[in-house]
Nanobody
Framework: QVQLVESGGGLVLTGGSLRLSCAVS????????VGWFRQAPGKEREFVAA????????DIADSVKGRFTIFRDDPENTVLLQMVNLKPEDTAVYYC?????????????????WGQGTQVTVSS
């Protein structure tokens, strides 16, 4: 059974940076597309970024493009989300998800595996 565990969330000031980590166990990372999603209070969960099996495919939501970077550390079975120049509107619970199907990750919220989430709070 594939399990995902997020870490790295916290409280930062506007303009600050955080690096979120998604540790994947129970399966080989290169078998899955991994995405990051976020859900702010009172809002629907939304796509943030995704990275393909070989890292040749990367997709970043327009709302965070230029500020967020996604990359993989295959030996460590980890996908990271580097976030810089954070804004209060980035405040949310951030989730990572994995699926074998690229389209499922980039166009739906029906990924096969989800982590429990990590809170990111950006204070002004």
């Amino acid at each position: 059974q594939v399990q995902l565990v997020e870490s790295g969330g916290g409280l930062v000031l506007t303009g600050g940076s955080l690096r979120l980590s998604c540790a994947v166990s129970g399966g080989r990372l290169d078998h899955y597309v991994v995405g990051w999603f976020r859900q702010a209070p009172g809002k629907e969960r939304e796509f943030v970024a995704a990275i393909g099996w070989s890292a040749s495919y990367v997709d970043i939501a327009d709302s965070v493009k230029g500020r967020f970077t996604i990359f993989r550390d295959d030996p460590e079975n980890t996908v990271l989300l580097q976030m810089v120049n954070l804004k209060p509107e980035d405040t949310a619970v951030y989730y990572c998800a994995a699926d074998e199907d690229l389209g499922v990750i980039t166009t739906t919220l029906r990924a096969a595996y989800w982590g429990q989430g990590t809170q990111v709070t950006v204070s002004s």
